[in-house]
């Protein structure tokens, strides 16, 4: 099984700042096979990123994914008040997908 | 408007059983691979079951193999989960998740989940 490790575990910024998010696999995953999450509390997780890269429809240009093998990023350029929430990278392999434990993007 | 709803979520005894549902609507719902995943109170996401378009292909989180069951009903557009032998650990907030429909893997529609809490 493959196992995400995402850092940091707390990301404190202020709005207007850059983020950047990083998540390692402890094997090669296929970029097609790497998405990001954004969660916020009370509310369904939203698909930001899927193969690696490629941003959903919908999604702000301040938001993009780079990486490949084992190391992955996900990176907010400026960043919004509605952006704070958790942030979860994921991968599919052997018929399974697998989360990171997440990034906590609060304010500082 | 694309949308999954899932109902069935309570309160259960340590061993006890509960059927979760997925009601989807605004897509068709037999062209998609479908997902449950979950997270535990402080906890983050945790895939638990995938079931393929026509059932052929299922898989479960070796967390849950054995106890809990994934199933659909096209003509019904709705998603199940059958779960058996619960433990306090099963406790979480489940959500039903569509897989993208493309060569790349990840899950572009989600519930608002339902609550799950296994306890005595």
């Known amino acids: 099984e493959i196992v995400l490790t995402q850092s940091p575990g707390t990301l404190s910024l202020s709005p207007g700042e850059r983020a950047t998010l990083s998540c390692r696999a402890s094997?090669?995953?296929?970029?097609?096979?790497l998405a990001w999450y954004q969660h916020k509390p009370g509310q369904a997780p939203r698909l930001l990123i899927y193969?690696?890269?490629s941003r959903v429809t919908g999604i702000p240009d301040r938001f993009s994914g780079s990486g490949s093998g084992t190391d992955f990023t996900l990176s907010i350029s400026r960043l919004e008040p509605e952006d704070f929430a958790v942030y979860y990278c994921q991968q599919y392999g052997s018929s399974m997908y697998t989360f990171g434990q997440g990034t906590k993007l609060e304010i500082k | 408007e694309v949308q999954l709803v899932e109902s069935g979520g309570g309160l259960v005894k340590p061993g006890g059983s509960l059927r979760l549902s997925c009601a989807a609507s605004?897509?068709?719902?037999?062209?998609?691979?479908m997902n449950w995943v979950r997270q535990a109170p402080g906890k983050g996401l945790q895939w638990v079951s995938s079931i393929t378009s026509t059932s052929n292909y299922i898989y479960y989180a070796d967390s849950v193999k054995g106890r809990f069951t994934i199933s659909r009903d096209n003509a019904k557009n709705s998603l199940y989960l059958q779960m058996n032998s619960l433990r306090a650990e099963d406790t979480a907030v489940y959500y039903c998740?569509?897989?993208?429909?493309?060569?790349?893997?990840?899950?572009?529609?989600w519930g608002q989940g339902t609550t799950v809490t296994v306890s005595s």
């Open positions: 605004g897509f068709t719902f037999s062209t998609y691979t």
């Open positions: 998740a569509r897989d993208l429909l493309a060569i790349d893997y990840g899950m572009d529609v």
């Open positions: 193969g690696a890269s």
């Open positions: 094997q090669s995953v296929s970029s097609s096979y």
